[in-house]
């Protein structure tokens, strides 16, 4: 799941790591804080590789599995796995200024400021003749100047979702364009429901995957703000017509990427993500089925938002060598475990098109559909798309959608203030 995304249920683990060894669980142990590294595994090297609490069951055990397999192929390198629940994100940038930095670690949509500091290490050397095989979103997402920086272990797909019957009953053809979705919207709205889910603000992702509907960008390869474009502005508008035609679910009980306002028939249509098609199916059966946001207008493209989680390694660590063997072994040699981890306890896609091709789970109907749709039109947040990037955008889009202020001056002054925290990001 993406970390731009809040947690789905998340299991109240403490923050513990578990000693790996010539393919054994050697120790355990359990804080409030990471474990720092254990003694006495009797290799030669001990990797700390760090995960952030997954909350589907069984995730914690497949990785330690994954851990033990290791080792036993690399009897000289221990590998302690160290599960951190919680803010993540939060706990591993505070621990990444410290010597307790983990040799390998996870991070959700890719950060180039992590390059940027030299805080992570390139690893085209471990891709080798696999890079081919990598979906192209996959291979971008990590790349900096030409370099590739972490290895993807999962691809997160998010989509449009909507009720067959109840467009069928309206007699609404599924969406193709953003005239037919707000047209749509304000169709299946009534008195009780209303027709369309992005999030809870009236927003959620709707704002970028307009722009790039409309054949806009967010921020170019190097580093220069692009949401302020005449494409960018144009698509923002357009979404003042879902709010002026009061057709879109505000102030759900759970927000955009839980499925409960589609299962429970609180509206037909909303944005949500792979991992949530299990619960769907079992609640709805066959009746729905899955659309990438539609293109904006004539001369733009259909898109789906990727996300996920990527691995990579600790340049300032004192176990480089190892940490790439094991990412390389892991994430780009196993191929049964790639497979295992994104279809056997969450539902995600592996970003390698052939252990894709393979995944049961996602060789037939809806959910390989998706798995078409991310590597045909996905589209993924560049690098530069942290936080305080992501918040100055989309607060001046909520404005815009919702009719406050110019949207020209409040696109432009978004611009500028995006720019100034890239080009921080930068040392520029």
């Known amino acids: 799941m993406s970390t731009r995304r809040p947690e789905l249920s998340r299991r109240g683990f403490l923050t513990g790591s578990l000693l790996v060894a010539a393919g054994s669980v050697l ?10 590294g254990a003694a006495g595994s009797g290799a030669g090297t001990t990797l700390d590789v760090w995960y952030h609490a997954y909350g589907e069951t069984g995730t914690q055990q497949a990785v330690l599995r994954y851990a033990t397999a290791f080792t036993k192929a690399n009897p000289d390198i ?10 993540y994100s939060g706990k591993l940038n505070a621990t990444l200024l410290t010597d307790a930095a983990p040799d390998v670690f996870e991070i959700g949509d890719f950060s180039e400021s992590l390059v940027r500091r030299g805080q992570i290490a390139a690893l085209d ?12 979103n996959a291979v971008d997402s990590v790349t900096v100047d030409g370099k590739l920086y972490g290895v993807k272990m999962i691809d997160d797909v998010m989509m449009l979702y909507y009720r067959k019957s109840a467009l069928a009953k309206a007699g609404i053809t599924p969406p193709a364009t953003f005239d037919e979705l707000v047209a749509a919207a304000k169709a299946l709205s009534t008195k009780k429901n209303k027709g369309l889910f992005v999030g809870n603000d009236g927003l959620g992702d709707s704002g970028v995957l307009s722009v790039w509907s409309n054949g806009g960008d ?8 692009a949401f302020g474009s005449p494409q960018a502005l144009e ?7 879902l709010h002026d035609d009061e057709s879109l679910l505000l102030g759900f009980t759970t927000d955009w990427w839980d499925p409960s306002a589609l299962t429970q028939g609180v509206v037909p249509m909303q944005w949500c ?29 259909p898109v789906v938002r990727v996300g996920g ?3 990579v390694v600790n340049a300032k660590g004192g176990n480089v060598a190892a940490a790439k063997k094991f990412v390389q072994w892991l994430w780009v040699r196993q191929s049964d475990l790639q497979k295992d981890f994104a279809e056997s306890y969450g539902f995600h896609v592996p970003p390698r098109r052939s252990v894709a091709a393979t995944a049961e789970k996602l060789s037939q109907g809806t959910a390989k559909e998706a798995v078409v749709l991310a590597d045909k039109d996905g589209k993924h947040y560049p690098g530069t798309w942290d936080t305080a990037v992501s918040n100055t955008f989309n607060a001046a889009a909520v404005k815009i959608a919702g009719g406050q202020g110019d949207p020209a001056a409040l696109l432009a002054d ?15």
Request: glycine share 12%; with cysteine; aromatic share 8%.
């Open 78 to 87: 221990a590998v302690k796995v160290t599960w951190v629940p919680g803010d």
């Open 273 to 301: 993500g792979l991992w949530a098609m299990p619960a769907i199916k079992d609640a709805l059966g066959d009746d729905f089925g899955i659309l990438p946001w539609p293109a904006f207008k004539a001369g733009g493209a």
């Open 27 to 36: 120790s355990t142990a359990c804080s409030t804080d990471p474990v720092g």
């Open 125 to 136: 050397d471990a891709y080798g003749d696999a890079k081919s095989d990598f979906n192209t």
């Open 309 to 311: 989680w990527t691995s």
């Open 218 to 225: 967010l921020v170019t390869r190097e580093g220069k703000v």
């Open 414 to 428: 978004a611009v500028k203030k995006a720019q100034s925290e890239i080009d921080k990001q930068q040392g520029r």
């Open 235 to 241: 698509a923002l508008k357009g979404l003042k017509r």
